[in-house]
């Protein structure tokens, strides 16, 4: 059974800094490119950042100079350290594993969630 965990979220002032942490489990962790995503409330969810499964990443613009995506695979764990935090990165952050092939996605797993407030 695969999981996806995540946690680190909670709230934070504006400026402060978390880092969410994503455990996975019953994958083969460093054969897939891991992602973080957001959902804030009313929007439609969003890319943050991705890791390719040979350590490539990519940032969403609205975060590129703030997070950093990081990936142990003897842990089979993604890391996003968020710096500088706005109230607008208010979201719940999700964790992604997929994998691809040719351009198509033969795989593609989701964690629950975890909330991120930022209070201005």
């Known amino acids: 059974q695969v999981q996806l965990v995540e946690s680190g979220g909670g709230l934070v002032e504006a400026g402060g800094s978390l880092r969410l942490s994503c455990a996975a489990s019953?994958?083969?962790?460093?054969?897939?490119?891991m992602g973080w995503y957001r959902q804030a409330p009313g929007k439609q969810r969003e890319l943050v950042a991705v890791?390719?499964?040979?350590?490539?990443?990519n940032y969403a613009d609205s975060v590129k100079g703030r997070f950093t995506i990081s990936r142990d695979n003897a842990k089979n764990t993604v890391y996003l350290q968020m710096n500088s935090l706005k109230p607008e990165d208010t979201a719940v952050y999700y964790c992604?594993?997929?994998?691809?092939?040719?351009?198509?996605?033969?795989?593609?797993?989701w964690g629950q969630g975890t909330q991120v407030t930022v209070s201005s």
């Open positions: 992604n594993a997929q994998r691809l092939r040719g351009g198509v996605i033969l795989t593609d797993y």
């Open positions: 019953g994958i083969i962790f460093r054969i897939y490119d």
């Open positions: 890791i390719s499964s040979g350590g490539s990443t």
